[in-house]
């Protein structure tokens, strides 16, 4: 009796179990059984959020009723080192996906990313792409992706914090970015920055600045800086790439983020990943160095009111350089990809306002994208626009004057002077040079009485060195 | 029947001789056999021989904590006389919590800044001035790391322990209270002799867990942190995430640190085995000699 | 006699109607002995804070909004205890989907767990077929070493059969369990032998003897072996992660559903409310089997 029941149970779980999951792969993940082709879009919107994917979906309706041989499916992917090895080794990589700017030379070397030239150049858009974007997706003359839009590096600063603490002026109730005379009251030095972190690390609980030391972003930040005290990191002599990370300029940025980490200024943590800085930038930190494309992210993880923030440019630390670390984030396309499917791939960008073409459906598009993201409540910053041309420059910064929903006045010191600072990363290796940077970022951090600059960065630059010679 | 055989074949055996064939290779095309040269570049690689350190304080700091604590509370849980069923369940509640979320939590609690919840307690209870800076240095993190997983892991092995203690004879104790042995006596003389062969047991599995230990350092440090990383992450490390000069990823590598790890745990194992069986003999030797 | 003694037990509740282990009745005549008692349930108490505090810290942080978690004024108590943040982030995860998706794996590793691990150990310990030596001591080998040492090959060879971004692997994976396999075998060794001629003697096959004698009379190490695979299979994270970790989200287990989440933006600010809800199930199992649960992890006890 009780046999039998126990039998029933297990039958009855089996069938629940094997339709349960029938339904789930072979109606979820299906694809049909039609011929047209597919295309694998990454970067469409989780499916939790809700009013994205409904803007994408009518996207994907209009393209298709247009182009009836293509059929657009969503399969949001996150580019993250740690999946994307896996994903490409079990064939699950979208057609399409996001990446970081720092991504795609490692991506092409691995053969995980295609070269999309002969395509850019049929639709008329090599041309119209950024310059510097279009050089950091390029390797031996191949394109291999598009740009979504730009970024610099800047300083962001919480101007609660520091006007709290008197390093900001105060006019009419708000603390402003300038002196009476003109002058700039926000940090314009490295001098500046660990006077103002002294300040803030010695009269509140939080820190002064937020540096990142993982994945690359270390190295990615420490180049600007060193740049900024005079340094150039990677030289061509004779033809020859030779690494140059030791030179007195760069010893001198390790040696001022020597004195930051060895007075407890920065925040704390060997491993310092560069998405912890929305939730930073509230109360923890005062200020961290931000790309300018996800400034944005300060409301929507960090749950900071923009109002409560400035955006300037880079400080200095030789008295001339300012310069800001420019490139883009793109869109790179699976190895796997067909000529049709980026053909396919890059007619939908129209539809979904990332093309340089003027027509009806990308500025209407564009608008869209606009209005849902006010509709959601997120900032709208200025945007270092991906593309050169003129015709579309001129459409796409009127409509961004009429959605940007900050008060320029602490955001301009920064989107006006990056025309004029822009510097792109170091040409070669830049990948494996960030890694290396890291590194010795990392072992700075772990004994920062005991660290010494120049023998760090003299291990690094070897380092650097015999992966040039590999490749000069 | 040969169903179950064929699960094996795929899920365990196919995958653990790939590894063993792939680390003589050059990469996972099989391209050139290149002898030893897998296993001499890992030993001169100074994140293998941080793994393999960091592999053995993992082993060392879980000798004090992760062993010690489980016994301590089986003992007393089998001396508590009042609220038994209570202290049972609280001790045994961990346990019942997935090893992801113990380490997220864990993560949450532990950070590094002076506003993270352990931190807290230090600054306004003991007056350090700053908190503890935990991922910086292996000497603080792994001990971390082994707390996490003791915390989660203790309940269990206590309720074995406890089974144990419960097994014996209370006439034994009585036998020796009888003959005035003192406690202390008793316990040092009766309770650890015949506890032994389970503490024993219960020991090396445990080493045998904690060269596994994976996701802890993973989540917890971060997978490029060197003060954490164990021979697993390490392994997992190589093939997935840490690319070589040329951004490749580095599977033949991956593969032989993965031959080194299985041959320790192996090298364990058969210990535990061997020792498993003297203790049988042994034991049987003894009653024998009692007939 | 032995009921006797419990009621007596029962009924005086002091030290001095203890009967057993180390320290009985006639220790605790002694006041030193009573001293050393509760300095031991002293000791009980810190570890039983020690492991329970964690847990109301969690519970209690998790209803902090975002804003107050990363707040740097930290205060043991929110504020505001948010409620709806538990509804919002269920949605946002889709954690309907991610459940249902947990119950199908744990389910299929359980069944695939006891159905094919008996059958091996059937097979080994009863029949006894020609090399059974051999394949014993190569599943014992696979008992010692894990099988996310080998997690590349393994994932590669999924990726041959075609069954990557399906269950399929997350169940069978729990069929060639050498920790279950040994339970069972050890279990059927010790069974009467002449049970098994009796049935043969009846003229059963031996898949009729598996199903009609065997089983019937395993049913405590496979309850034993359930819990442990459901257990297992709850919190598996790596080869779940290889496996259907890059399907949509709506497709994961929770575990998978958990480390993806930690490093996306939207999610990441809200981990333990996501923790919290991760652990109710257990919690709700742990509370209806909590005996059979307690007991399993007692009679495992690793014997060998």
Sequence with gaps: MKNSRTKVVLCLALTTVFTLTGCRFFGGDSTGSSDKIQLKIGFWPQSSDKTDVGMYTEWKNKFEEDNPQYEIIGSPYIYSKETIGPKHETHTLPHVYQTWFTEPEGLKNSGYIRDITSILNEFGWTDKIDDEMKATLTFDNKIYGVPRDGYGLGLLINTKTLGDLGLLPEKEGKYVLYNDDGSPAYPTTFDDLLRVSETITDET????????????????????????????????????????????????????????KEKDLVYRGISIAYDDWPSAIGSKVGMAIVGSDILHLAKTTGFVDMSDLAFVPMPTGDGTHHYSLYGGTPFVFDSETSDEQVRGILKFFDYIGRSPTTNKTNIDAIRKGYQVALNKNQPILPKIMPWKNADYLKVAKELEEEYVSVDMKYYSPFFSTINEYKHSEEPIATQKMYEILDDAIQSLFQNPESANPKSLLSTANSKLQKILDELN | MALPLLLFVFFVWYPISFNVVLSFFNNEKFESFVGFNNYIAIFQDQDFLDALRNTFLYIFWSLIIGFLVPLILGFILSEAFHAKGFFRIAIYLPCMISGMAVVFLFKSMFGDNSWDVINVILIRWFGMKDGVEWTKDYHILIPVIVFAMTWRGAGGTALIYLSNFQQIDDAIYEAARIDGASPTQRFTKLTIPMMK???????????????????????IAGVDNNNAISLMLLSYSFAFVKKDSFERLQYSKSAATSVVLALIILAFTLLYFGLTRYFEKRAEAKSEGKL | MRLVRKNLAKSTRGLHSKQNGLLNFSDYKKKRNVFSYWALIALLIIFVLIALLPIFWLFVSSFKAPNEINSVNYTLFPKEWNFAQFIEIWEKCGLTDVFLNTFVVVI?????????????????????PY?????????????????????????????????LGTYIPLWFVFGANAYYYLLFKNYFEKMPKSLIEAARMDGLSNFRIFMKVILPLARPIIGVVAIFAMTAAYSDYLLPYMVIGNLKSENWTLMVAIFNFSSDKDVAPHILQLLVLSIIPQVII??????????TSVNSGMKE
């Design chain 2, 197 to 219: 062969t389970t503490i024993f047991m219960l020991l090396i599995l445990q080493v045998i867990a904690v060269f596994q230990v994976f996701y802890e350092p993973m989540v």
């Design chain 3, 286 to 295: 742990f509370i209806i089997f909590q005996k059979q649960i307690m007991n």
């Design chain 3, 108 to 128: 299929g590793a359980v069944i695939c767990g006891v159905v094919f691990n008996s059958l091996l150990a059937y097979v080994i310990a009863i029949l006894k």
């Design chain 1, 205 to 260: 609980e939080a820190k002064g600045m937020f540096i990142c030391t993982s994945n690359k972003n270390g190295g990615w930040q420490f180049s600007n800086m060193a740049w900024n005290f005079g340094a150039t990191l990677e030289v061509k002599e004779n033809n020859k790439w030779k690494a140059n990370l030791d030179s007195n300029e760069a010893v001198n940025a390790l040696t001022w983020l020597k004195e930051m």
């Design chain 3, 131 to 163: 090399g059974y030596k051999v394949v014993h001591t190569l599943v014992l080998l696979a008992y010692m070493i894990p099988s996310a040492l080998a997690i590349y090959p393994l994932v590669k060879a999924i990726d041959n059969v075609h069954l």
